[in-house]
């Protein structure tokens, strides 16, 4: 099992830019893949992001790519989610998730390992 705990949420105008950090604690980070997921009132979680555990493969949700940027540092145990020209439309709970030795993979339940969440409200 990993730890994990988001941060960087936080209420920002649209058009604005925010980075979300995960930092994993627990076990050998580098053998994780990692997904930022997200979750509106009255909506299904849905995956914006993730990469494979070996960094190489990413995945982005079609709405997403361009904006949104997903990142890891081993060293740091920190995965990032760089989110740039924000709508009110990406206002959701952003989740953190893991998986051991897993690819970019966008479907929840194949993730282990959750976060809490970090609020993150788009005004317009």
């Known amino acids: 099992q990993v730890d994990l705990v988001e941060s960087g949420g936080g209420l920002v105008q649209a058009g604005g830019s925010l980075r979300l950090s995960c930092l994993a604690s627990?076990?050998?980070?580098?053998?994780?893949?990692l997904g930022w997921f997200r979750q509106a009132p009255g909506k299904e979680r849905e995956c914006v992001a993730a990469?494979?555990?070996?960094?190489?493969?990413?995945y982005y949700l079609d709405s997403e790519e361009g904006r949104f940027t997903i990142s890891r540092d081993n060293d740091e145990n920190t995965v990032y989610l760089q989110m740039n020209n924000l709508k009110p439309e990406d206002t959701a709970v952003y989740y953190c998730?893991?998986?051991?030795?897993?690819?970019?993979?966008?479907?929840?339940?194949?993730?282990?390992?959750w976060g809490r969440g970090t609020q993150v409200t788009v005004s317009s």
């Open positions: 627990g076990r050998t980070f580098s053998d994780y893949a």
């Open positions: 990469i494979s555990w070996s960094g190489i493969n990413t």
């Open positions: 998730a893991a998986v051991a030795f897993g690819s970019a993979w966008f479907d929840a339940w194949r993730y282990t390992d």
